[in-house]
DNA sequence: GATGACTTTTACGTAAAAGTCAATTTTTAG
DNA sequence: CTAAAAATTGACTTTTACGTAAAAGTCATC
């Protein structure tokens, strides 16, 4: 039933380095169980580096992967901590929407990119 | 006609500083004009930095962005350089797709958590 | 009990992308 | 023309996110 992943196993599967998943540990992103010194790392650990590399790829920085991380863990109890964490969460979601307008834009002028090549392979083909 | 700006107006506008603007040039992915010493920024100049700055905060880096700006100097005249333009277009493609499926599941994470919160906030309004 | 594949900690190193500071010009307003 | 404001260069520093090397512990297998 628990299924335990080696750190070099997750190091595999997600193309990263044993350092790097350290780094996650000492920044406190992570936290494997422990077999003496050997970590451990169950499947929600597992999840949770997948999330970070997400983050990764996306240009956010370890202390943004971390807010969005803490969004993560849950609501808490109080209303005043969970109208702030709603306005986390709303501020999040402006970067990730501006990052999405920019991929959006920057697709487009591929776009046009490729249109020019081809157009300009055809005139090649057909001999200019 | 010719209206220029200048470096403060344009970190004015785009909330970076000059020495980001210097550092630009010296990669050689901007080329302002030059009276004297002082830098002159062309309308073009302006675009450019606005498309360097895109592929920032989509967590592109310097070399990276150097890539897609050469990209867009348009098409070269050769077939062969054609067709490996085509494949660079191709991969920067892939990686924004990538980067759009990464943000589309973020947010889609983020729904949920906010979701969540306002369940949680109703059951304290109505007394748990 | 030796081998080999993994893993650990500690600690220094480094590349990328600016920030900061100081010492000059240069430009612009009056 | 001149003082203030803006711009320049160069050198040095900082931060982030790991890389890398050393030295040693762990564990399965032959």
Redesign the interface.
């Known amino acids: 039933m628990h299924k335990y992943y080696t750190i070099t196993e997750l190091t595999r599967e997600f193309g990263v380095s044993t350092r790097t998943l350290r780094f996650y540990e000492d920044e406190g992103l992570i936290h494997p169980e422990r077999r003496g010194r050997t970590r451990l790392f169950k499947a929600s650990d597992r999840r949770l580096i997948g999330e970070i590399l997400?983050?990764?790829?996306?240009?956010?920085t370890i202390a943004e992967i971390r807010e969005?991380i803490d969004?993560?863990k849950?609501?808490p109890?109080e209303?005043g901590q969970?109208?702030l964490?709603?306005k986390r969460?709303a501020e999040?979601?402006d970067q990730?929407?501006?990052?999405?307008k920019?991929?959006e834009?920057?697709?487009a002028?591929?776009d046009n990119?490729?249109e020019?090549?081809?157009a300009?392979?055809a005139e090649?083909r057909v001999g200019s």
């Open positions: 997400r983050g990764r790829r996306l240009g956010f969005i969004i993560y849950g609501p109890g209303i969970l109208e964490m709603m969460v999040k979601r990730l929407n501006q990052k999405r920019d991929i834009e920057t697709l002028e591929l990119v490729d020019a090549c081809l300009r392979l090649l």
